[in-house]
């Protein structure tokens, strides 16, 4: 025994001075090497990765595990559909597009001249082999339609739908990644392809992957010249954990380009002057009330005067102050986005609801509908107190924040309310099933700003399901209106102002009038940016691209061939 | 050899247990992972239609049969050494994806926890030898930091040696924008001066409890009739010391140090946390806060065999370093 302890021993101090060599070894070596290569640009990029990135460029997955450059910065759709402000979609792979006049028929002018990042052509071919691949695949085919596209001319191409289809415009034109013919039709099933080697026409390629951070470099071969041409040579993306990490990066100005909530951003820019940020409220954060009985909803905030009453008791402002550190914008009591949308909104009371709390009209509201004050200072109706669960998702701060508050604004108008906090997929099941009274989400815009999308999401019967089972879609509120049906079906069926517009009243008037969601404010979505390597990023008032780099924005492609090298 | 026959079987029936109900936790807890997936997908502003629920049941290819069927389909493919496809990776392999981040953390929480252990028993060892010496003034600042929240010392930490002095980087495993990972000083350095602080952060929240354990157990070691004998016999202090008083104290902690080491696998998403460092605990976070039901079997699957393996070690050490575990009675 003794012999083998000294072995140990003996063998223990090797292993020990040997590491000690290596140490030595490593410092020398890594003071000799730290230069860096001269001439190259480069932004880094932090996209809201946490942990190690897990190789996959594949431009068709649905999952949302594809990493964030994928589409938009590696493969191009048609067009471009900026969400961050009104205007026309702008042209990329395709040049111009126009519909027949009943909807069933999309004519698109392919440009032309444009190059793979392996140098081989991109044809008109590419555009309908993606096309109809994303159509006749059941697992990529998201929208419940399948189209066929083809080839009419050397530059066009046609594609034809079963039913009339101007919804289906920004999905397919804005949506779908063009994806090389040559490589893609020897991949048996898209769905279940890491695509590791990606090859597409967008403004950079992949350069080098480790699981801790990837290089893109420019695409040599990119169709667009002069300003539409990428200008920095590369782009890094890493990943970090955490707010307090993010904002050690960007005070570091070891980030270029990310976009994260920072409730101190204000001072970090007044700290630091080359850095600037954008904020592009997008998600309208309510209370989603489960409203319908007769989809066995139960429940006070079942009472459309409940949920007026409840809209009414809050005091909006200090809900900026304190949850969104003052950055939310007011919301619209339509749903909608009043910059965005400002002319979708058809009534000027229903532009932005109110920012101080109305106790007085909430209570009135409450008496006329029969609740009585009891003894506690609660309303109360056939012996039922008014007592309300809101379900919200622990760890979101602001959200928890916001029950917190509210907690105490509808107190001062008889409403007792209690705070359900609970795991994320604990909150989206009862959620989704309908088993819930409230809960605290957002409602989001869907592929492009055209209110058709928001509405037939969150509004439409067909979106919803009994209490129970999943609703099929986000219409978790189980909202069911004749009315509203018939308008949203009209929306999907018609390219014309005046008929939209007439649909968009009849929705806004009854959503306001039954308040299925109870609208709080527009959530801040704040994009930072370093202007010390490059410059041209977005500002608050030129978006011209939506400028969150999470995964799935078409926009950051816009903005990375729009930024230029500082000299 | 029956000594070693029994623990192998008690070790075979500990991990199908392990297995099993690493197959049932994560079938007992609420959600599906299409919702979740609906709902990041919204959240990013994605079109989500009746097809969109549709197109994710096809492709992500749901779990089929029931449980029994789900039961048996899981323990082959364990066998085969397949472990799924994580869903939020999707189509990612689980063990390609544990494969990324284990090493990060074995070699961060395992080295932090080894220093830990031998600098904890070193200082407990001679803190007993000399009692009442300076050494025992160790004990209270040791426990002090082990008793403070482990992420707020590391936070406090991070604000200190990284923001205000900037001595080290605040988050990531090496550099990555000079060097490359692979075999090379460069790298190994950069791995090394990334790892200190968190792996400093591990060490002095620990070594407390080495210290004080091996200390006390020290000295109740020091007034046994065989160190009297063995000074009687004229033996240099050094040997006595090292060969009849610490050999004998150590063996408690040393079962305690295998639990440890076990851990080290599971024991380190704070530290991940915070450091943002790239390793198996932000993977379990993102596994459990997605419905990932593949990629958190997998990981607790490492978790529980890293656990069972190296009880298993100590098990056969302590047979050999203390016999009388050996001898029946």
């Not at chain 1, 955490?242 to 970090?268: C, H, R, V, W």
């Not at chain 1, 700003?449 to 978790?476: E, M, R």
Request: net charge neutral; with cysteine; glycine share 8%.
């Amino acid at each position: 025994m003794t012999i083998t302890r000294k072995r140990l021993l003996f063998g223990a101090a090797a292993v020990a001075a040997s590491a000690a060599l290596a140490l030595t070894g490593c410092t020398s070596g890594s003071n000799g090497n730290s230069s860096k290569a001269g001439g190259t640009t480069s932004v880094t990029l932090f996209s809201g990765q946490v942990g190690n990135f897990t190789e996959n460029f594949n431009p068709l997955n649905n999952t949302g595990a594809y990493l964030q450059p994928t589409n938009g910065v590696i493969y191009e759709p048609l067009f471009y559909y900026n969400k961050a402000k009104a205007g026309k979609p702008v042209p990329l792979l395709g040049t111009s597009y126009s519909w027949n006049t009943d909807g069933t028929e999309l004519t698109v002018k392919v440009r032309q001249g444009v190059k793979w990042s392996d140098g081989s052509a991109e044809t008109t071919d590419d555009v309908v082999y993606s096309l109809n691949l994303v159509s006749n695949n059941p697992g990529l085919n998201t929208s419940g339609t399948e189209w066929v596209a083809k080839k009419t001319a050397a530059d066009t191409v046609v594609i034809d739908f079963p039913t009339t289809s101007f919804t289906l415009e920004p999905q397919i034109l804005g949506n779908e990644p063009i994806v090389p013919q040559k490589i893609w039709k020897n991949i048996s099933d898209p769905t279940k392809v890491t695509n590791d080697k990606p090859v597409g026409t967008g403004p950079y390629e992949l350069k080098s992957f480790t699981p801790q951070s990837f290089v893109l470099e420019k695409n040599p071969h990119y169709w667009g010249t002069g300003d539409n041409a990428p200008k920095v040579d590369q782009v890094r993306y890493v990943s970090l954990a955490n707010a307090d990490a993010a904002t050690s990066a960007l005070e570091a100005g070891q980030t270029d380009y990310m976009g994260a909530f920072l409730p101190t951003l204000k001072s970090i820019m007044s700290k630091h002057k080359n850095l600037s940020y954008s904020n592009s409220p997008q998600a309208t954060t309510a209370l989603f009330t489960c409203a319908n009985v007769d989809l066995g909803c139960t429940g006070p905030q079942t009472d459309p005067a409940v949920r007026q009453a409840l809209y009414n008791a809050m005091d909006r402002t200090q809900l900026d102050k304190q949850a969104a550190a003052g950055f939310s914008a007011p919301a619209s009591s339509s749903l909608l986005l009043n910059t965005v949308n400002k002319s979708q909104i058809t009534d000027p009371s229903y532009l932005e609801v109110p920012q101080t709390a109305n106790v007085s009209k909430a209570k009135s509201t409450l008496e006329a509908d029969g609740w009585k004050l009891n003894s506690d200072g609660y309303y109360a109706k056939d012996g039922q107190e008014l007592d309300l669960t809101v379900n919200v998702v622990s760890g979101w701060t602001d959200y928890d924040t916001i029950c917190q508050l509210l907690q105490g604004q509808f107190k001062a108008a008889g409403i007792k309310l209690a705070v359900n906090q609970m795991a994320q997929n604990a909150w989206s099941q009862a959620e989704s099933t309908g088993k819930f009274e409230m809960s605290m989400n957002s409602i989001n815009m869907g592929v492009s700003s055209d209110p058709y999308y928001q509405y037939s999401a969150y509004l439409a019967s067909s979106a919803t399901a009994k209490v129970g089972t999943p609703a099929p879609s986000t219409n978790t509120s189980r909202y069911s209106n004749a009315a509203v049906d018939a308008a949203i079906k009209q929306l999907a069926t018609t390219n014309d102002d005046s008929a939209k517009q007439a649909a968009y009243k009849t929705i806004q008037d009854q959503i306001v009038k039954d308040m299925p969601y109870v609208p709080i404010y527009v959530n801040s979505a704040l994009a930072e940016y370093n202007n010390s390597r490059a410059t041209g990023w977005p500002t608050q008032d030129n978006q011209y691209a939506f400028p969150l780099p999470w995964g799935g924005n078409w926009g950051v492609g816009i903005v990375l061939k729009t930024i230029r090298p500082v000299k | 050899m029956r000594f070693y026959l029994q623990k192998i079987v008690f070790y075979v029936v500990a991990l199908w247990a392990a297995v099993t109900l690493n197959f049932l936790i994560p079938r007992l807890m609420p959600g599906n992972p299409v919702d979740i997936m609906i709902a990041k997908m919204g959240a990013a502003g994605q079109p989500i239609t009746a097809g969109t629920r549709h197109a994710l049941e096809v492709e992500l290819g749901g779990s089929g049969g029931s449980l029994i069927q789900q039961y048996g389909a899981y323990i082959v493919n364990l066998l085969h050494g397949n472990l799924g496809i994580s869903l939020t990776n999707f189509p990612e392999k689980v063990t390609t994806v544990i494969g990324q981040a284990l090493p990060w953390t074995i070699a961060l929480v395992g080295m932090a926890t080894i220093i830990s252990f031998i600098l904890g028993i070193g200082l407990g060892m001679l803190a007993g030898w000399k009692r009442g010496s300076w050494l025992d003034n160790l004990i209270p600042v040791t426990t002090m930091f082990q008793a403070v929240p482990y992420f707020w010392l590391a936070l406090i930490l991070v604000l200190v040696l990284t923001r205000v002095l900037s001595l080290f980087p605040y988050a990531g495993g090496y550099n990555v924008a000079t060097t490359v990972p692979g075999l090379s000083f460069q790298f190994i350095g950069s791995a090394l001066y990334y790892g200190f602080l968190p792996a400093v952060t591990i060490v002095i929240s620990s070594v407390g409890g080495w210290m004080l354990g091996m200390r006390n157990m020290m000295v109740a070691t020091l007034s046994e009739d065989y160190i009297v004998t063995a000074e009687a016999k004229g033996l240099k202090p050094s040997r006595v010391r090292m060969t009849y008083a610490a050999r004998n104290a150590v063996l408690p902690s040393l079962s305690g140090f295998a639990i440890s080491l076990g851990f080290v696998v599971a024991g380190s998403i704070v530290t991940e946390q915070v450091f943002s460092y790239p390793g198996i605990g932000q993977l379990l976070f993102t596994a459990v806060s997605n419905d990932d039901y593949a990629l958190m079997q997998g990981v607790f699957l490492v978790i529980s065999l890293s656990v069972l393996a190296a009880n298993l070690v100590v098990d056969v050490l302590y047979g050999l370093i203390d016999p009388r575990t050996r001898a029946r009675s």
